[in-house]
């Protein structure tokens, strides 16, 4: 019936785009976006971010069917509407349900207009999007089939593939994990490392989590006390990985390097069930889970420092052996509530304080500062500590009604949080998607770029004007006194 609803909906605008009379055009600080969402059975939507409205969408046919080796319908972005007189393109990957084969639909992201439509010979394996672009600034789309058989769309030119840095991938099959080295020319995967977790039958891998591809880190250190520097492992090839035994109930973490293969970090946390949550952010990992134990949510933090002494100074290098593990530094915390979702803030440079967002079953969506989050808050606070305002440890992280984003609006369902950087820096925005869409703009640091409406304008602006007649008047005197001591 939910299909048959859809259908009839996308035959009733047959045009994918929907004339709202008025024309769309971005405003100065990046603050209103297209939200462009697939649901599982193949409608994409465009939403205009100011005031939901459904601007187009479009029916991707009656043989929709969301691809076997991920989880939901994947999305990409090739170029956005930053390159003038281009238009953005993104793309969706899905199967088809009769023949399990792998179909492309490329798409104008603002306007709904289908681009290209390719249907594939094999199923898919593995699909992500390129680093490199050509002269169209278009991010090409790396298929890799089931026999491992590599496709990139739309094609590009050789020169182009042999500029492009190395490009590493990595297949996890059960408790098996291996990576390859992709020849974007010669279009083959070369395997170069291979690896067991020994998971036992009951344990199974229930999430993946690597580092976004365009996140920024501002800060390469963190300054302790003694004013001496503590650098941070921030490894953006470093994958994190769950593995959940739901009979013997505890939880598994790997975190892995998918580069070079090396194990960096294993842990067991016992009497843990799901439901299991976990963000990779930056040198630092939180993860949240169902303690049987003590019979309520708790969330775990897990920072990796490379200590005193920086080895990577400008580009993080898998291949180059460190002189010594990075450090791990460990803490957990009591949640009063359950946890549908978990997700973390995003600004363009990195510099405002993240803020860990956590959606609840009861419809609220919770933002947690990473202050609280530390795993280096200490028990006991000395005179030092005061001065840097450190935050002592307490075991149960708070939850206050004025930390809810979503303040009355209640959010049911929520499946996953995105976030997004804006124009300004203080300002990171929210998307949350299940049964309910809710978008929103976050300052976990409050608004220090903006100005208050309640800024005196007029006095400033007085005080400006005085200043510059002050300027004027004092040339004019100065002027004329060393005129005046000339003729003296």
Not at 70 to 90: C, E, K, M
Not at 373 to 388: F, K, S, V
Not at 389 to 404: L, N
Request: glycine fraction near 6%; aromatic fraction near 8%.
């Amino acid at each position: 019936m939910q299909k048959w609803v859809l259908k009839a909906a996308n035959q009733i605008f047959s045009f994918s785009y929907i004339n709202r009379g008025e024309v769309l055009e971005r405003d100065f600080f990046n603050l209103r976006k297209m939200l462009v969402i697939v649901s599982l059975d193949g409608v994409i939507f465009g939403l205009d971010s100011s005031d939901g409205s459904v601007v187009w969408r479009h029916w991707l046919g009656d043989n929709f069917a969301p691809l076997i080796s991920t989880i939901g319908v994947p999305l990409f972005i090739h170029r956005t509407t930053a390159h003038y007189q281009r238009s953005g393109l993104a793309s969706v990957v899905f199967r088809d349900s009769t023949s399990s084969a792998g179909v492309l639909v490329f798409f104008d992201p603002i306007t709904g207009e289908i681009r290209d439509r390719t249907q594939l010979m094999t199923a898919i394996k593995r699909a992500d999007v390129l680093s490199i672009a050509g002269k169209d600034h278009i991010n090409p789309l790396l298929i890799v089939g089931q026999n491992n058989q590599v496709h990139i769309f739309p094609s590009q030119p050789d020169e182009v593939l042999l500029a492009a840095p190395p490009v590493y991938i990595f297949n996890i099959e059960s408790s098996r994990i291996s990576g390859a080295k992709l020849n974007l020319v010669g279009k083959e995967l070369i395997n170069t490392w291979s690896a067991d977790l020994h998971l036992a039958p009951s344990e199974h891998i229930i999430i993946v989590k690597g580092k976004p591809r365009h996140q920024k880190v501002h800060s390469q250190g963190r300054v302790l006390i003694d004013r001496n520097v503590q650098y941070k492992y921030a490894n953006p090839n470093l994958v994190a990985i769950a593995a959940l035994d739901a009979v013997h109930q505890h939880l598994l973490l790997f975190l892995i390097d998918v580069v070079s293969g090396q194990m960096v970090h294993s842990a067991r946390l016992p009497k843990a069930t799901a439901p299991v949550h976990l963000v990779h952010c930056e040198h630092w990992i939180a993860y949240s889970y169902w303690s049987e134990k003590g019979r309520r949510t708790e969330i775990g933090i897990l920072e990796l420092y490379e200590g005193s002494e920086q080895t990577y100074k400008d580009r993080f290098d898998s291949l180059t052996p460190t002189k010594q593990p990075p450090e791990i530094i460990s803490q957990s915390f009591i949640y009063a509530q359950g946890i549908q979702a978990m997700g973390v803030s995003e600004t363009e440079k990195g510099l405002t304080t993240r803020s860990l967002l956590l959606a609840l079953p009861l419809g609220g969506i919770h933002e947690v500062t990473r202050k609280l989050l530390d795993a280096t808050r200490p028990l006991e606070l000395t005179q030092e500590m005061r001065e840097e305002m450190m935050i002592p440890y307490m075991p149960e992280i708070p939850v206050a009604t004025e930390d809810m984003v979503n303040y009355n609006q209640t959010v049911h369902g929520v499946r996953g949080i995105k976030t997004a950087a804006s124009g300004l820096e203080s300002t990171s925005l929210m998307l949350a998607y299940g049964k309910d869409v809710f978008f929103t703009r976050l300052t976990p640091s409050g608004t220090f770029d903006i100005l208050k409406d309640d800024f005196d304008h007029v006095l400033i602006s007085a005080v400006l004007f005085g200043l510059i007649a002050g300027s004027i008047i004092s040339k004019k005197l100065a002027r004329n006194n060393a005129l005046s001591a000339a003729w003296t």
